[in-house]
């Protein structure tokens, strides 16, 4: 595709619930990443696909949280038994490796209520 | 462990007036340092990437410049314009392990009055 895609665009999750949140990433980029953004604050990452392995994960939060790129391009980002602090917008992002740019998606906006 | 900062938080200023938005980081050793635009409910929308062995980029209207040794950027936006109204978040690649990571700062909300 044209540019980073992540679905649900938007999710509400009663409290317990679990979620996965999907990211299509540009067609042929190694790099992905995936950033949860708290309001008013700026991303924090959370971890890093190259290709299908996950080189970091060192910041996720919790063991709640777990994300998987099986094939290399597609990726998922998991919340099992979700609480109110994990209501944040999450952003995955993708690069074609090396330095350059990066480029995210719009974000998945979670509400846990 | 990397750290960036952007002060202030939020600028208002008339339409028209260039302005200058300022990013420090702690670690010098990074990759580059990306600015990107965040307009409310989006994503990011990258703006500039310099090179740590660069001195500036440009595009268009914008300017961002690096000066590794000292932890600075500078993002300078001339002639602004309402259409200029976002938060403007400086990001910042270091190496960390394997991964290169963005750490980033808060954002600095701009307000470009008509």
């Known amino acids: 595709g044209a540019g980073v895609s992540q679905s649900p665009r938007y999710k509400v999750a009663k409290r317990g619930q679990d979620v996965a949140l999907r990211c299509d990433p540009i067609s042929g980029h190694v790099s992905l990443f995936w950033y949860q953004q708290a309001l008013g604050q700026g991303p924090e990452f959370l971890t890093y696909f190259q290709n299908e392995a996950q080189l970091d994960k060192s910041g996720l939060p919790s063991d709640r949280f777990f994300a998987e790129r099986p094939e290399g391009s597609v990726s998922t980002l998991k919340i099992q038994r979700t609480q109110q602090e994990d209501s944040a917008v999450y952003l995955c992002a993708s690069s074609p490796g090396g330095q350059g740019t990066i480029y995210f998606g719009e974000g998945s906006w979670l509400t846990v209520v | 462990k990397q750290e960036v900062t952007q002060i202030p938080a939020a600028l208002s200023v008339p339409e028209g007036e260039n302005l200058v938005l300022n990013c420090s980081f702690t670690d010098s050793a990074i990759y580059n340092l990306q600015w990107f635009r965040q307009d409310p409910g989006k994503g990011l929308t990258s703006l500039l990437l310099i090179q740590s062995s660069q001195r500036e980029q440009t595009s268009g209207r914008l300017n961002a410049s690096l000066d590794k040794s000292s932890g600075r950027s500078t993002l300078y936006i001339a002639a602004s314009q309402p259409g200029d109204s976002a938060t403007y978040l400086c990001?910042?690649?270091?190496?960390?392990?394997?991964?290169?990571?963005?750490?980033f700062g808060k954002g600095i909300t701009l307000s470009v009055r008509p």
């Open positions: 990001a910042v690649r270091s190496l960390s392990g394997a991964n290169s990571k963005l750490t």
